[in-house]
């Protein structure tokens, strides 16, 4: 009976050795095992104004602490269509400091090249000293301009317009605020007074039905255009605030046949 309580007891404490020697193992894997380096999102939005300082600063991460100072080099991919030198610039270093386990740097984007349509700086994460980089190694950060609107700095435009994949007459219109309202404006036509002789070939038809309306900028910068008549079904469209040029698509129920036309008011003088 001893020698099987003997022969248990030597098997738990082999059996209590090897795992412990596992374990060790392990954990001395871990520890050797180099950092990598990561992006810690994919993307961002900076909204680019006049006058703002203009900057977002962009984390990279590590798999573990640094033991030494690493350098990474941020480039930019060549699909973006925002320029390195032009639209932004990475203002602050580049690395990961010994002991910490993330890196910010900052990039600073610039008001007069940025545009309302945005840009995108796709930016690439690497290193050359052996460290590795891990999967999140993209970062797409989109450069929008923003203006602030209170008013038009004009009521009086220009409009130019489009139908039938060709270019109709254009004209002159002034915006006449609408009284108790704000960014509400009537006008006395939409398409032109000579857009459905144009249209038609008839030259009788100068000066009729002229697409009268209401147009609403809303708050989001999208437009409402409300015609006068049952036939003028109206339309929608985006307002620019930087450069303060609407831009909408009409229907209409006029013509037996459908189709949509296309115009942009450009502010005469700002």
């Known amino acids: 009976m001893k020698t099987i309580y003997k022969i248990l007891s030597l098997v738990l404490v082999l059996t209590l050795s090897v795992s412990c020697d596992r374990d060790t193992g392990d954990i001395d894997y871990l520890n050797n095992r ?5 992006f810690s999102g994919n993307k961002a939005t900076l909204f680019v ?12 991460g590590s798999t573990g602490v640094a033991n030494n100072t690493t350098p990474y080099t941020i480039s930019v991919d060549p699909s973006s269509t925002a320029v390195e030198g032009i639209d932004f610039d990475i203002i602050t270093s580049t690395e990961l400091v010994a002991g910490k386990i993330v890196s910010i740097f900052t990039i600073e984007a610039y008001f007069e090249p940025a545009i309302t349509d945005g840009k995108i700086a796709i930016l690439k ?7 590795n980089i891990g999967l999140a190694d993209t970062f797409t950060l989109s450069l929008f301009k923003l203006c602030p609107f209170e008013s038009l700095d004009t009521n009086n435009y220009s409009a130019t317009v489009f139908a039938f994949d060709e270019e109709a007459p254009g004209y002159n219109i002034t915006l006449t605020p609408v009284p108790g309202t704000t960014n509400k404006w009537t006008v006395t036509t939409g398409w032109g007074t000579t857009f459905v002789s144009w249209a038609t070939g008839d030259a009788s038809y100068d000066g009729l039905y002229p697409y009268s309306g209401t147009i609403t900028l809303n708050s989001d910068f999208t437009i409402d255009f409300d015609g006068d008549s049952s036939w003028a079904t109206g339309g929608t469209g985006v307002f620019s605030p930087c450069t303060q040029v609407f831009t909408y698509t009409l229907s209409q129920g006029l013509f037996s046949s459908s189709f949509t036309t296309d115009v942009v008011l450009t502010p005469n003088e700002i």
């Open 34 to 38: 180099p950092n990598s380096l990561f």
């Open 49 to 60: 104004e006049d006058g703002a300082p203009n900057t977002y600063s962009i984390t990279v």
């Open 125 to 131: 994460l690497t290193a050359e000293d052996g460290t």
